[in-house]
């Protein structure tokens, strides 16, 4: 297996190594899960991906999380992310789920806001479309060991409230269902995920948080908005430019991704499959002490 660094101080490519080796063999597992550990986002190309096989290897990592309601694939491990109707066509712009295409065009890291964070998400491409559909991907670690010690250890005592309404909002009010929030009311996390295995801590942030516990709404909100542009600065990304057969495994514990526009008439089809963090991740810091007591 061969670990080829993408460049922008996070990421790599694997090589001679296949999902199906990873799902199957314990060596080739640990390799990758040692390459996931430090380098937080890995790709590998020419995959022959199926449903079972890209299940089969994230179950390898974790436990797998039932898609949450109000998503394609509700209920299933998986997240189909489309923009073809029942019809076989592709929706119009305004369409609901050309809408949620647009809320994943903001920073964010997967599933901050249910009551289980994700661990790891995986993503293959079915469907690309010819121009853009690219996924970009920021170091939160990086971002956090760029700020200076007296902040790092303010936001490693701090706590960001994460809700799915607030990052639906801000594309169109009524996004996030009245189902969406009676099943994910909004959660609360350690502005800093340490990882266990190599001790570096990331800033845990994404379009989802909202509040910072403690802190006066406005306040917290700006240091928020402060903490993600510093992370996402021009220049500091991975962008990741979809081919057939390409699978992008990366660590909601230490980056942060958006979705990039497309043309809207093009199709494009992705499915995800998303690691839920257990405490071997370091989960059980994360909560608010309360709740770390009453959990
Ligand atoms: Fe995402």
Request: charged share 20%.
């Amino acid at each position: 297996m061969d670990v080829i660094a993408l460049g922008a101080g996070f990421g790599a490519e694997m090589r001679g190594i296949t999902m199906a080796d990873i799902a199957s063999d314990v060596a080739a597992y640990a390799a990758a899960r040692a390459a996931f550990e430090e380098h937080s986002l890995l790709v590998l190309r020419g995959q022959a991906v199926t449903d079972e096989l890209q299940l089969a290897f994230s179950r390898r990592f974790g436990p797998p999380e039932i898609t949450k309601v109000g998503s394609q694939g509700a209920g299933s491990h998986f997240v189909i992310l489309s923009t073809i109707g029942p019809d076989g066509k592709v929706v119009p712009s305004d369409h609901r789920l050309q809408m949620r295409n647009k809320a994943n065009q903001l920073w964010h890291t997967d599933a901050s806001f249910k009551r289980v964070p994700a661990l790891a998400s995986i993503l293959s491409a079915r469907i690309i479309p010819d121009h853009g559909g690219e996924t970009e991907f920021v170091s939160t670690r990086l971002a956090f060991e760029r700020l200076d010690p007296a902040l790092q250890t303010q936001l490693e005592g701090s706590f960001a409230w994460h809700d799915y309404a607030h990052s639906r909002g801000q594309i169109a009010s009524d996004l996030a269902s009245a189902e969406e929030r009676a099943a994910l009311p909004a959660q609360c996390w350690r502005m800093v995920w340490r990882n266990p295995v190599n001790g570096r801590g990331a800033l845990y942030l994404a379009s989802h948080a909202y509040a910072v516990e403690g802190m006066d709404a406005a306040a917290g909100k700006t240091l928020i908005d402060e903490l993600t542009a510093s992370a996402t600065q021009p220049g500091r990304s991975y962008l990741h430019s979809w081919r057939n057969g390409d699978v992008v495994m990366w660590d909601n514990r230490a980056t942060m991704h958006r979705g990039r526009p497309w043309p809207s008439h093009e199709a494009r089809l992705m499915i995800r499959t998303t690691v839920s963090a257990t405490d071997a991740d370091g989960l059980a810091v994360m909560r608010p002490p309360s709740r770390q007591a009453a959990e």
